[in-house]
T-cell receptor, first 113, second 115 residues
Framework: AQSVTQLGSHVSVSEGALVLLRCNYS??????LFWYVQYPNQGLQLLLK??????LVKGINGFEAEFKKSETSFHLTKPSAHMSDAAEYFC???????????FGAGTTVTVRA | DVKVTQSSRYLVKRTGEKVFLECVQD?????MFWYRQDPGLGLRLIYF???????EKGDIPEGYSVSREKKERFSLILESASTNQTSMYLC??????????????FGEGSRLTVL
């Protein structure tokens, strides 16, 4: 079975500051890892995904995440926060297309002007 | 562009009513899923389907059933709605093919309130 843990349910950052959202996974085999974003009153959309091709993954809107097998982590970062980054972010893991996607509890990001 | 459409964005129902949540995808995906989203709990899988007329229980199937009569449509049914089923319901789909990573495509969600 696979699972993810997101550290911190709320993160508040100043506009222009670094955004760092933490995600640790547990999996018995190499997993596929995802970060999704949910804006208010909307569904989830994919930010980026790790599929074993490269450990540093770049996504949309300036986000990136690094897969670290030794730390079983897949933290999400953005160098400079923008007001439009205010949303809820979910880390997720699966073993492949025929497996269920397991989600973390989510981290809500607020951006201060 | 890929599209997952949930028929109702907001519903208000009374306890004991039968509720249907409809989801349609236009991507010819084999796999479809229903999730429930609650604050602090993330997304929890209710039911999923790998093919027409197939269904499998997820992590929290109690109080729910599903129907998949056509490939593009996956319905979630609450036989007798209860107040603890007040939640956001998200439908998703994914393709099933060689090398696929299991990325999900989501609808915009259906927010159900049971009074």
């Amino acid at each position: 079975a696979q699972s993810v843990t997101q550290l911190g349910s709320h993160v508040s950052v100043s506009e222009g500051a670094l955004v760092l959202l933490r995600c640790n996974y547990s999996s018995s085999v190499p997993p596929y890892l995802f970060w999704y974003v949910q804006y208010p009153n909307q569904g989830l959309q994919l930010l980026l995904k790790y599929t074993s091709a490269a450990t540093l993954v770049k996504g949309i809107n300036g986000f990136e995440a690094e897969f670290k097998k030794s730390e079983t982590s897949f933290h999400l970062t953005k160098p400079s926060a923008h007001m439009s980054d205010a949303a809820e972010y979910f880390c997720a893991v699966t073993l492949g297309a025929d497996y269920k996607l397991s989600f973390g509890a989510g981290t809500t990001v607020t951006v201060r002007a | 562009d890929v599209k997952v459409t949930q028929s109702s964005r907001y519903l208000v129902k009374r306890t004991g009513e039968k509720v249907f949540l409809e989801c349609v995808q236009d991507m010819d995906h084999e796999n479809m899923f229903w999730y429930r989203q609650d604050p602090g709990l993330g997304l929890r899988l209710i039911y999923f389907s790998y093919d027409v007329k197939m269904k499998e229980k997820g992590d929290i199937p109690e109080g729910y059933s599903v129907s998949r009569e056509k490939k593009e449509r996956f319905s979630l049914i609450l036989e007798s709605a209860s107040t603890n089923q007040t939640s956001m319901y998200l439908c998703a789909s994914t393709d099933r093919g060689t090398g696929d990573t299991g990325e999900l495509f989501f609808g915009e969600g259906s927010r159900l309130t049971v009074l």
